[in-house]
């Protein structure tokens, strides 16, 4: 199984200031025919169900704003929110579809400082 | 937009089996893989299973013995069954859709059903 590890496990952040959060896989989710990363970002917002922010990696869901960005290969991925806003508190995780079984990170709890 | 629900009992005792349905609407099932996911109370997201419509399936290791995931197409609907279950297994379980096929992201997800076991 691909083991995916995120850090931190929580940060707090000011409004307005830049929010990083790390997703590492235990082996490389990069598709070497189509040179593809599997990977997906969800945000989850209390008591509510996740949704899905990217996929491969950096593609942006539709209506996903733009302050969010997803940048990363091979084994390193980071989620990036430019300017925190009260709406994305929220926890956030990776998941790699590289393999079955498919896999979650243990998720990143995103706060206002 | 396709939407998802999820249905069945919110309490199962132990060593019973958890049964549960996720309605589709507003979508064809044809043509997509179907997800089951669960999250235990105050922690992450677990992938279950799939199942493509024409009935092919993939289940977590951990849980394969366990589970069957079936698909009615008729009734646009699939299914989760789990059985011997234990207090382990109380969690909300979501339904969800494959995008990409096997091995795809979750673009649509039902709201979750808590199933307690106890």
């Known amino acids: 199984d691909i083991v995916m590890t995120q850090s931190p496990d929580s940060l707090a952040v000011s409004l307005g200031e830049r929010a990083t959060i790390n997703c590492k896989s235990s082996q490389s989710v990069l598709y070497s025919s189509n040179k593809k990363n599997y990977l997906a970002w969800y945000k989850q917002k209390p008591g509510q169900l996740p949704k899905l922010l990217f996929y491969?990696?950096?593609t942006r869901e539709s209506g996903v704003p733009d302050r969010f960005s997803g940048s990363g290969s091979g084994t390193d991925f980071t989620l990036t929110i430019s300017s925190l806003q009260a709406e994305d508190v929220a926890v956030y995780y990776c998941q790699q579809y590289y393999s079955i079984p498919l896999t979650f990170g243990g998720g990143t709890k995103v706060e206002i400082k | 937009q396709v939407q998802l629900q999820e249905s069945g009992p919110g309490l199962v005792k132990p060593s019973e089996t958890l049964s549960l349905t996720c309605s589709v609407s507003g979508g064809a099932i044809s043509g997509y893989y179907w997800i089951w996911i669960r999250q235990p109370p105050g922690k992450g997201l677990e992938w279950i299973g799939h199942i493509y419509y024409s009935g092919s399936t993939n289940y977590d290791p951990s849980l394969k013995s366990r589970v069957t995931i079936s698909v009615d197409t008729s009734k646009n609907q699939f299914s989760l069954k789990l059985n011997s279950v234990t207090a382990a297994d109380t969690a909300v379980y979501y339904c969800a859709r494959g995008y990409s096929g096997a091995y795809g992201w979750f673009d649509s997800w039902g709201q979750g059903t808590l199933v307690t076991v106890s």
């Open positions: 491969w990696a950096s």
